[in-house]
Structures are given as C-alpha cells and as structure tokens.
C-alpha cells in the first residue's frame, strides 16, 4: 500500500485526509490540536490513522500540511528580535508607511505593532537611481560597522531593503555578502530576492515580516521534519503557500512569509476541485471552523489570487488566494456588551478550554453551545461518538452569562447567538461579492469546515442563494486540498512601459529571465521537465493611475496580437470592476508576473452510478430542533450521512451526522446527492 497524507492544523482541530493510492480509498480523520507545538497532534495523528490502516511507516508516499505557525507568530508577536538596513534617509518608512488611513477619522487608530525595535533601523551610504543607474556607491566600511552593530544588539535576523534595489540588487547583494562574512549566523532576507517590485513600503514590510518570521519557521519545520523521521516516514514533507500550491521544508525556511494564509489557501483549492465535479463554476466558499470563518469567491473554477494583501496591519507583497477571515466559528464566544446587545465573537474559547459543552473548564457560552440547546448538533457525542459533550453545561453558560444579563429566555439566547454570527457572515460573504461587483445570487455557496455547513442554509437563504454545496468530507476538506495542490513558484518584475509593439523585445525579455529563473527553482524541487508549465500574467494601469489590475496573457513569446488582446482584456476588467473604461487612453505595463508550475500526482476520484430509486436511508433518531427565525421547535429526522446513496433526493427539514461536521437542513430546501457523493442542497420554495 501507499498512501499520501494531507494535513491541515486548525486552531481548535488538526484534519487529516489520507488517500490510498492501490485502492482509491478517502480515508479522513481528526483530532485536537495542540497549539504549543503544533506538530505533536500531526505526529500523532499520522501514526493514529496509520494504526486504523494497520500499515507502516514506510507506505507514506507524500506528506503535505498547512501551518498556522508563522501567522500565530504574527498576530502573538512572537517573531524574533530583528534589525533593518536601508537607504541612508529612509530608516523610519516603516513608522510611516503610506497615507492610506483605514481609520482616517479614529483619532485613536492604533498603528502597527513595530516589528523593528526601535534603534534598530539602521541606514548605510548608498543610492541607486530609479533607471538602475548607481548615483552613489555603497559605503562598504560603514556598513561592516552597521552589521557588527546590529550583531551586538542582540538581533536573530537582518531585513535589507534599499531604494530601487528590484531594478538593480548590487547593492543589497554586496550587503548580504558583508552580512555572511562579519554575521554568519544571522537570517537574512533581501528585499530583491523576495520581492523584486516597487512601492517601497510594501517591499520592506513584505521583507521585515519574512526576516521577523524565518528563525520561527525553521525551527519549527525542523522539529516538525525530525519528528516526522523518528517515526519512520523517509519523504520530505511540503508545506502549503498562501497562493494554494505546496512547497519544500528548505523553500519555507527562506519564504516563510509566503505560508502567512497556508491553511486556508488549502480549503479553496479542494473547493475548486469539487466545484468541477459538481459543475458550479461560480462558487463561493465558506469554511467554518472552531475559530475563525474564511470567506473566498472563485470563478470559473479559479480561485482569485492577489499580490499584496495586509497581513497584522502591514502590506505583503507576495501572492495570496483572496480570503476574508472573520472571528466567527465554533468556539466563538457569545457576550452582552455594555449597551445591552448580543455580541459574538472574534475571541475564541479554541480547543482549551473550549465551549462550556465539551467539559473541558469553559464557562463562556460558545456557538456550538448555542447548536447543541437548539438541537442542531448532537446532544450527547460529537466527531463520530468519539467525543463527549454535556448539553446540560451549554445551557447553563447560556442563562449565566446571556440570559441573566438579558430579557432573553434560554430558546431566544441561542437563537439569538446564531443569528448573530450567521449575520457577521453575511457581512463578509458580501464584501467578496457584492462589494466587488457580483451577484450573490448567481453563485452557489460551498461549506466545509467542522461548523460551515451547521449555519450554510440559514447564511444562504438570508443572501438569496438557492444552492449550497457540501463535500463528501466538509470537516477536513482544507486537508484534502493538500492533496490536490500542485508546486507553483511566482515570480514578478518592474519596469513601467507603456502596452504597445515597440516594447515587445523588452516585454518578452522580462518573461524570459523569469522562466528561467522559474526552471532552476521547478529543478530544485525536482520536478521533470513534462510534469511543468508556467503562466503569465502583467499588471495593467492608466497612465497617471496608482493602480493595477492583474491580467492574464497566453504563455510563450508576446506578439502584437497577444498584446492588443491582453489592453483590451484590461479595458474589459477595469470596466467590470469599477464601472468605466477609457480605450482611447495610454495603457501602462507596470509589473509582469511569472508561475512556474509542477504538477504532483492526486488522487484520481471516480463517481458511482446514479441509484434515485433506492429507497431514503432510516433516520437514527428524530430530534427537536429550532431553526433561524423561528419560534417552535421542529421535529426533524436525523440521518447518518454516510448511509445516502448517489441519486437519491431527501426533503428538509433535516439534520445529517457525519464524523467531521453536521449538515442541518431547514424546511423548504432539499438534498441531492451526486455521483461523487457531493450534497448539492437546493432552495425549493420558489
């Protein structure tokens, strides 16, 4: 046998997906996390499920997992002690940032927590001109000295970034060689290597986060490489990006900024896989964990990737799927604020304590406490009848902490919580779609996480979708997109010229060097040559915007064709987003983007023939449930999941059990289940 393994680090649940190669078994399991050393519920969950399969060590093929370690290490502040070397006049940029204000009239704003301490910020002798030129040369001496000063202070890491450095890296190059020979032991990122673009600002957060994280991350994939081998498995394992591909131990120990959204990255790209299965090529997905709820829209079975997004408050220059997180999911915690309203969340009871339910010391009522009162959840045991939960706790959070502070009876208190939060998601499911110019109502909704599809329905039907997707495994399924998810390596250059056939040679020589820049990387991981494909894309503006808009071109050598089709693609997208276009005006290349792409090997998951006539499966039980918005409780039958067969149809109300998450299914909806055992849910009520 052999089998690969993906694994995604949740912070309530750690999920594990394991497909056998021989066989085409999907094999899922989960366990609770461990959030000090999040690879001790990894090496204990491989070995768990490798007992269940009664196999070896030795049968794991592949190995992939999604970290939450870097981005914990942001938002705890719990990097290392860094310095920076920039240009001589520019040390405090990352005080000043930009003038984009979020809080422009918040006299209270907060700024970011400065990753640089302060003194730390140190500037050297040296400018390159905006054309490469070199004005003044690098003062070599002064910067020995900035270097041994720094090594004194104490510092882990050295970020470098100087001015104008991604047209012409001497510099930062010949600072990196000082750096090796008088600091050797220092981590160091230079801003030309990790993100060779300009706004300067954007590449010196991009590149004092990655320095900030990179002593954090290595230890950590260390750990996690050498416990992996003291339990016998030989493969190297991979760690997922933020743009969904997987990449080595030794790329992640360079990029660690680049796993800042590893693990929800992971969810969209097993969601667009399903959404080919299930031909809904506008999709937007809703992954509900223990902690948080991730939000993204993908088209055309294409996830949506942006280059610069904000990361704890700072600009990240690196590709990102785009996902909205929100501190709405399971463990979140229900309270009465000052004014008297009903708040839930962001803050977590996450995996310790937990919800009041899982007797485990919490005291604070939780969403899933309010699910289990309402009947929604099992009332006795949850992940499969593994875990026990008592409803009575749940309700005597609830009445302590909501009702006694309320006129709110006990059925209203939870009510009221999951309305709440299914509103928080509202919001957030309109600001991927609504606010970006599309109709909510010509996407289906596709939920997984352990809680998505507990809340899918009600969220769906208070934004007026009338389909809802759900997995075969919706608990695990960001696990799953491990599996799935190919080695991609993105890679960009500026050079502002305007988009027209004068400038194909210079265009093209751009693409070219990055191709080659991408082939030596796709060697390095050891990717054959028939298994890589690269994709290209350049950044498109008006002349005197300020801003881009990523498009697609055809991969190979540019023609005048290819270039005309690629402005008009440009005027058709600026149109599309911002209800205007101008085709008579100059159109400006400003940034050209390379993926070189390896293609790893997937499970290969066939559908079953379509069986309507067999007969609806025996409920396990009927239970009382009290949906959204209403004030009696239903009796509703409950099903195990696992028990439906392909083609069958099964009216709501409902409630469907299975070991990672339950489904709950209002009256008027009903579920259709395909040849891949996807539930394709609709909205009858016309």
Request: hydrophobic share 35%; glycine share 8%.
């Amino acid at each position: 046998m052999a089998y690969m393994i993906g694994v995604d680090v949740g912070g309530t649940f750690t999920d594990f997906s394991v497909f056998n190669q021989e066989t085409g078994e999907l094999f899922n399991y989960k366990d609770s996390s461990t959030p000090a050393d999040p690879s001790r519920a990894i090496v204990k969950g491989v070995q768990d499920v490798l007992a269940i399969k009664q196999a070896g060590p030795e049968t794991v093929s592949y190995l992939a997992h999604g970290t939450t370690v870097g981005t914990n290490a942001l938002i705890e502040k719990k990097g290392v002690r860094l310095g920076l070397i920039t240009t001589k006049g520019f040390k405090d940029l990352m005080e000043i940032g930009t003038q984009r204000r979020p809080s422009l009239y918040d006299l209270q704003a907060q700024k970011p927590y400065p990753l640089v301490p302060p003194g730390l910020n140190c500037t050297v002798t040296e400018r390159i001109r905006y054309d490469g030129s070199i004005e003044t040369p690098l003062d070599e001496e002064e910067t020995r000295q900035v270097v041994r000063y720094l090594k004194a202070q104490g510092v882990a890491a050295i970020a470098v970034c100087t001015l104008f450095s991604f047209i012409n890296p001497a510099h930062e190059e010949r600072i990196g060689e000082i750096i090796a020979e008088e600091f050797p032991e220092a981590y160091v990122t230079l801003s030309s290597r990790l993100a060779p673009e300009f706004r300067e600002f954007s590449r010196m957060s991009t590149t004092v986060m990655n320095s900030y994280l990179g002593p954090v991350m290595e230890r950590y994939v260390n750990n996690f490489r050498h416990s992996i081998e003291a339990i016998g498995i030989g493969v190297e394992p991979y760690v997922t990006q933020s743009n969904g591909s997987i990449i080595s131990i030794k790329e992640t120990i360079d990029c660690p900024i680049k796993t800042a959204r590893s693990g929800p990255s992971a969810g969209v790209i097993a969601a667009a896989y399903i959404g080919r299965q299930c031909e809904a090529d506008k999709i937007i997905t809703f992954d509900m964990g223990g902690t948080s709820a991730d939000i993204s829209l993908i088209e055309h079975y294409t996830p949506q990737v942006s280059n610069e997004r904000t990361v704890e408050g700072y600009p990240a220059r690196i590709p990102m799927i785009n996902i909205i997180t929100i501190g709405a999911g399971g463990g979140s915690i229900a309270r009465i604020d000052d004014g008297g309203a009903l708040k839930v969340g962001p803050q977590s009871a996450g995996a310790t304590p937990g919800p009041a339910c899982y007797m485990r010391g919490g005291e604070n009522p939780c969403v899933t406490d309010a699910n289990i009162v309402l009947g929604k959840l099992n009332q006795q045991k949850i992940l499969g009848g593994r875990m026990d939960v008592d409803i009575e706790l749940a309700r005597q959070a609830i009445r302590e902490k909501i009702c006694a502070k309320s006129d709110l009876d006990l059925d209203r208190a939870a009510n009221g919580i999951i309305t709440v939060v299914n509103s928080n998601m509202v919001r957030a499911i309109r600001s991927v779609s609504v606010e970006k110019g599309y109709d909510v109502r010509e996407f289906s909704l596709m939920a997984f996480g352990g809680a998505g599809p507990l809340h899918a329905c009600e969220v769906a039907k208070e934004l007026g979708m009338r389909e809802v997707l759900i997995p075969p495994h919706p608990g695990t399924l960001c696990s799953l997109g491990l599996l799935l998810a190919d080695t991609k390596f993105d890679l960009s250059r500026t050079k502002v010229m305007n988009g027209e056939a004068g400038n194909l040679a210079a265009i093209n020589e751009q693409f070219h060097n990055m191709v080659e820049q991408g082939t030596a990387l796709l060697d390095k991981e050891g990717v054959p040559a028939e298994r890589r494909y690269f994709e290209y894309f350049v950044d498109m503006r008006y002349q005197r915007q300020n801003f881009e808009i990523c498009i697609p071109v055809p991969a190979g050598e540019m023609t005048a064709e290819t270039l005309a089709q690629a402005v008009a693609d440009f005027h058709a997208e600026h149109k599309r987003s911002y209800g205007y276009c101008k085709e008579s005006a100059v159109v400006q290349f400003v940034s050209y983007r390379v993926s070189a792409v390896g293609v790893i090997d997937k499970p290969d998951l066939q559908p079953e023939a379509l069986r309507p006539e067999a007969p609806i499966p025996a409920p396990i039980e009927t239970r009382r449930v009290l949906f959204q918005g209403c004030t009696e409780y239903v009796e509703a039958p409950v099903y195990r999941r696992e028990e439906f067969v392909p083609g069958q149809s099964i009216p709501g109300p409902c409630i469907c059990e299975q070991m990672d998450t339950t489904l709950v299914v209002p009256a008027g909806w009903t579920i259709h289940v395909d040849g891949y055992h996807n539930l394709k849910i609709k909205d009858e009520v016309k």
